[in-house]
């Protein structure tokens, strides 16, 4: 089996879909995989290239404006006369993120890629819909970190004492099961998807979110733009000032 694993994010570094991606490839074993970035124009005639000997493309994409990025719009237009004229026959299967909490909200994207199989003559697979994106990449390079630094302790703990405290053992589970529970929808919609595709079977859309309750989620959010922004040069009376109107 050949498998196209395509990263649609415009984003040059970085991005929550690189990050699924990349997490995607891991239930995978054993599978012919092939990475591709599909970030601008200069991509599309690379990934067209490799369409005819694929059995199943997994199309990792951010929702913008409740839809697909117009870049991938446009790729998909011409993905379509492609793929009839090469005669492609792969199977389509894709995972939208988006900044909301709601991971329905990726609904219309996984509609519209349907919507394009069905008129370039390809086989839709299903999608897998992740609400809180973003909140789930910044847990994957933050838990990471912290798991770090605790088996780092741990190691020094040993090398000194030649036993590791049970405090440090506790705090190692803490953090694993609590970054497996924030991302447990996510993992179950993941494995259920690469299921699908080493099967080569059709999944019915399903939908996930970051497993915070919203309120919360929120008050995160807002504070985490606030930050972003700062880093990049905007203040905060810039963000909270009202846009003017004119009338011609």
């Not at 703990?157 to 036993?163: E, Q």
């Not at 990049?232 to 909270?240: N, S």
Request: hydrophobic share 50%.
């Amino acid at each position: 089996m050949n498998l196209l694993i395509l990263n649609a994010s415009p984003k040059k570094k970085g991005g929550a879909s690189r990050f699924f991606s990349r997490l995607f490839r891991l239930f995978l074993p054993g599978t012919r995989k092939k990475v591709v970035s599909l970030s601008s124009r200069q991509d599309f005639q690379k990934v067209l290239g490799l369409f005819p000997d694929m059995d199943a493309v997994c199309l990792f994409v951010p929702l913008y404006v409740d839809g697909l990025p117009s870049h991938v719009v446009e790729f998909l237009n011409q993905a379509e006369s492609y793929c009839k004229s090469h005669s492609c026959r792969f199977r389509l299967y894709a995972l939208s993120n988006n900044g909301f909490v709601e991971g329905k909200q990726n609904r219309p994207a996984l509609h519209m890629l349907q919507a394009w199989c069905e008129r370039a003559g390809i086989s839709w697979g299903g999608g897998s819909g992740v609400g809180g994106g973003v909140m789930l990449q910044v847990l994957g390079i933050v838990y990471p970190i912290l798991v770090g630094v605790i088996l780092l302790q741990m190691a020094l703990a040993f090398f000194t004492t030649s036993t590791v405290p049970s405090e440090l053992w506790c705090s190692l589970a803490i953090q694993i099961c609590t970054w497996l529970f924030l991302n447990s929808g996510m993992l179950f919609c993941m494995a259920r998807l690469s299921a699908a595709v080493r099967g080569r079977k059709p999944l019915a859309n399903q939908f996930t979110r970051v497993m915070i309750p919203s309120f919360l989620f929120i008050s995160i959010a807002n504070i985490f733009m606030i930050l972003s922004s700062l880093f990049q040069g905007r203040f905060l009376f810039a963000l909270l000032k009202r846009d003017k109107w004119y009338n011609d």
